[in-house]
């Protein structure tokens, strides 16, 4: 039921900032124990876990992209956002957002994520 739809520009140029925006329908963003997450993927790599919001509005960041990171969320659009600073060939990947979970019972714990949007490739040259 959950969907998730990445967009934003295709091509950005060093030193720009990287923006992308993930809409989501069939879930509210605001819903109790929900995370909403940031991944990427570089040609021939594997997935890098870039941040993520939590329902409450708290955020957390993967340490080695904290200083360039951002991601805030707009509600009454039902969106998140990420944006990257000072953007290098690097930082070309498929970009995805997703939903992410736990859930922890007496004989374990499960985690998502669970949906994920298709990707969209950003390409960071001159």
């Known amino acids: 039921q959950v969907q998730l739809q990445e967009s934003g520009p295709g091509l950005v140029k060093p030193s720009q900032t990287l923006s992308l925006t993930c809409t989501v329908s069939?879930?509210?963003?605001?819903?109790?124990?929900?995370?909403w997450s940031w991944v990427r993927q570089p040609p021939g790599k594997g997935l890098e876990w870039m941040g993520t919001?939590?329902?409450?509005?708290?955020?957390y960041y993967s340490p080695s992209l904290k200083s360039r990171t951002s991601i805030s969320r707009d509600t009454s659009k039902n969106q998140f956002t990420l944006q990257l600073n000072s953007v290098t060939p690097e930082d070309t990947a498929v970009y995805y957002c997703?939903?992410?979970?736990?859930?922890?019972?007496?004989?374990?714990?499960?985690?998502?994520?669970?949906?994920w949007g298709q990707g969209t490739l950003v390409t960071v040259s001159s």
């Open positions: 069939g879930g509210s963003i605001t819903t109790d124990y929900y995370y």
């Open positions: 997703a939903r992410d979970y736990f859930y922890c019972s007496g004989t374990g714990c499960t985690r998502g994520p669970d949906y």
């Open positions: 919001v939590a329902w409450s509005d708290t955020t």
